[in-house]
């Protein structure tokens, strides 16, 4: 039911290497998007990305009816009418683009996680934040060991005739090992490969402490590597779904929670949360 017609939605997600902000309106559109390198200094950022997205949906801040921020500096955003969890907010999000989905693997640029989910909503999950084997920083890393830029390292593990494999889990050991592997003449679409199938072999063994079910969903800066979304789907043996877009899935679950939030609001008759309560859109973004 339509409740009027500006109703605006926000959602925030500070993550450890990306910030995704993202806008939508009472039906579910999506009006704007930004995404940014996460840095030290989250309240600025914040205030940046959020400056970004309402330029780009041409409209001033007071029209925002709900900001929900989401992600491991979710605290540090100061316009923000709620924090929620980025496990909580990664589901939501997901079962946007893909309503039948049960289990997802998303991997971002410190941790990999592992959801169940169902009717939308989160009900069990795994994840792996010890360290950085199997994340976006581990092929940061490794590519740079290799003299290449991390945007080429999918489509050039795609040409491998013979992938080799890699051992070593740990960043240090398997930059050593890769190396190693160069010095022994092992073309380098052979090395790429084998480090996607290894960390997709990590990441499904995660997940499998879940009771894998499809539809499965994968998310998260590594999503955008084919080279790993094909190891993936040979290590699960089954195929997956990877959403056009699949960093921002976080922002795009805490912006929807923000209107569901709102418009249950509305129907018990209690004041939205913006403008009496917020201080002035000045003192947020400087």
């Known amino acids: 039911m339509k409740i009027r017609d500006s109703l605006y939605f926000a959602g925030l997600d500070l993550g450890s290497t990306m910030t995704k902000v993202v806008i939508i309106d009472e039906a579910a559109r999506m009006v704007a998007r930004v995404e940014s390198h996460t840095g030290a200094e989250h309240r600025r950022l914040a205030n940046k990305v959020m400056e970004e997205a309402l330029a ?8 925002i009816s709900y900001v929900i921020a989401t992600g491991y500096g979710r605290i540090n955003v100061p316009f923000a009418d709620r924090q929620i969890t980025e496990l909580t907010c990664h589901a939501r999000g997901i079962a946007s683009f893909f309503p039948n989905v049960r289990t997802a ?13 169902k009717d939308g909503k989160l ?18 890393v490794i590519a740079k060991a290799l003299g290449l830029k991390l945007e080429e390292l999918g489509d050039i593990s795609l040409k491998s005739t013979s992938k080799v494999s890699i051992s070593n889990t740990c960043t240090v050991f398997a930059r050593q090992e890769v190396i190693a592997r160069l010095a022994e003449g092992i073309p380098v679409e052979d090395i790429v490969a084998g480090l996607h199938d290894a960390i997709a072999s990590r990441a499904v063994r995660m997940l499998r402490v879940l009771k894998i079910e499809p539809d499965i969903v994968f998310t ?10 094909k190891a993936v789907k040979e290590n699960l043996g089954h195929d997956i779904f990877v959403p056009d877009d699949p960093l921002i899935s976080g922002a795009l679950g805490a912006a929807l929670l923000g209107k569901e939030l709102t418009l249950e609001a509305l129907k018990k008759g209690q004041a939205l949360p913006t403008k009496e309560r917020r201080l002035t859109e000045a003192t947020f973004f400087k």
Not at 105 to 117: E, F, R, S, T, Y
Not at 123 to 140: I, K, Q, S, Y
Request: with cysteine.
């Open 123 to 140: 009900v069990d999950f795994v994840m792996n934040d010890r360290c950085a084997a199997g994340t976006g920083r581990f092929l940061e």
């Open 105 to 117: 693997l998303d991997i971002g640029g410190q941790d990999a996680k592992g959801l169940k989910i």
């Open 220 to 229: 998260g800066g590594v999503a955008k590597n084919a080279g790993v979304v």
């Open 56 to 63: 780009q949906a041409n409209m001033p801040f007071a029209e």
